[in-house]
C-alpha cells in the first residue's frame, strides 16, 4: 500500500446514460494509489472503462463520484499539469514538427524567453529522434514520426503526471517496438509519473512498474495488481530473455481470459432473461 500517493483515485464512479435512457456505470469504485515517478499501465477488454479513466483524469471527462487526486489537489478540470499521448497525435499538418511543439510550450510558458522555449522544444524533439526533422511539416512525417512529435510535445511541457491512451495502437508492429523504446529511454531520464491504458499485454509489461487489470463492464473497477520487478533501464530483448517476463504473461492473459469468458457468461444470461421476459 502506497501510504501517501502522488496520483490518488479515491473510489471513483462515472456513470453515462444509455439509448434506452436508462443510467449505465461505466466505471464504478475505481481505487488505485500510484507513487510519484512510477509508470503503470491499466488492461482490460474493449469496454471496461480504461479511457474512461484516463479522461476523467485528464480533466476531460467529469466525475460523477468519487475523486481523482493529483499532489494532494482535486483535479476538476483539464490543465498544463498533465500531458496527454493520444493514439493519433493530431498534429497540425501545415506546421513544422518543431512548430508543433512549440503550440503548446508557448502556451504553458508564455513568459520564458523565446530561444528557451526553442531550445526545450529542440532538446525533446532530439530525444525522440527527430533532430534532422524538426523542420518538416506535419503532413510529410510517416505515422511513426509524427508519434513521435506527440511523445516530445508532451515531454516538453514538463508536466507532473503524463497520459498515454494507446499511444502506439495504430502502428505497424516493428514502428510500435521502436517507439516503446524511444518512449522508456526519455521516460527513464525524466521520470514522470506516467499513466498509460493499453491492449497490449507485451507492452504493459516492458514499460510498466504495475499493470492494473480492470474487470469487465458494467461497473468495473480494479480487479488485480501485477507489480513487474524489471531493473530499470530496461531494453526489450533482454527483459524478453527473463523467465519472468513469461510468468508475467501468462497471469496477465489468464486475467483476461477469465474475464471474456464471464463477460460472455453474463451476457448469455441477459439474452435467456430478456428472452424469457417476452412469454
Excluded at 152 to 171: H, N, S, T, V
Aim: proline share 5%.
Amino acid at each position: 500500500m502506497i501510504e501517501k500517493p502522488y496520483l490518488h483515485f479515491s473510489g471513483i464512479s462515472k456513470i453515462f446514460t444509455d439509448p434506452k435512457g436508462e443510467p449505465y456505470p461505466a466505471v464504478e469504485g475505481f481505487e488505485l494509489r500510484v507513487a510519484k515517478g512510477e509508470f503503470v499501465s491499466i488492461i482490460g477488454h474493449s469496454g471496461c472503462g480504461k479511457s474512461t479513466v484516463l479522461m476523467m483524469t485528464a480533466g476531460l471527462s467529469e466525475v460523477v463520484i468519487g475523486g481523482i487526486f493529483l499532489d494532494d489537489k482535486l483535479i476538476d478540470e483539464a490543465g498544463p499539469d498533465r500531458a496527454v499521448v493520444f493514439q493519433s497525435p493530431s498534429l497540425l499538418p501545415w506546421l513544422s514538427a518543431l512548430d508543433n511543439v512549440l503550440l503548446g510550450v508557448n502556451r504553458v510558458y508564455p513568459h520564458a524567453a523565446k530561444e528557451t522555449r526553442l531550445d526545450l522544444c529542440k532538446y525533446y524533439l532530439n530525444k525522440v529522434g527527430l533532430g534532422k526533422d524538426i523542420h518538416k511539416k506535419a503532413a510529410d512525417l510517416s505515422n511513426g514520426m509524427k508519434q513521435r512529435v506527440g511523445i516530445a510535445r508532451a515531454f516538453a511541457l514538463k508536466p507532473k503526471l503524463l497520459l498515454l491512451d494507446e499511444p502506439f495502437g495504430m502502428l505497424d508492429s516493428l514502428t510500435r517496438a521502436d517507439l516503446q523504446e524511444v518512449l522508456l529511454e526519455v521516460w527513464n531520464t525524466e521520470k514522470i509519473t506516467a499513466l498509460m491504458v493499453t491492449h497490449d499485454v507485451d507492452e504493459a509489461i516492458f514499460l510498466s512498474d504495475r499493470v492494473v487489470m480492470m474487470t469487465s463492464g458494467p461497473s468495473a473497477c480494479v480487479g488485480d495488481i501485477l507489480p513487474i520487478s524489471f531493473a530499470r533501464p530496461r531494453h526489450k530483448a533482454q527483459v524478453m530473455e527473463q523467465t519472468s517476463y513469461y510468468q508475467y504473461r501468462e497471469h496477465l492473459i489468464r486475467f483476461l481470459e477469465d474475464g471474456k469468458d464471464k463477460k460472455a457468461a453474463h451476457g448469455m444470461v441477459s439474452s435467456i432473461g430478456d428472452g424469457a421476459s417476452h412469454f
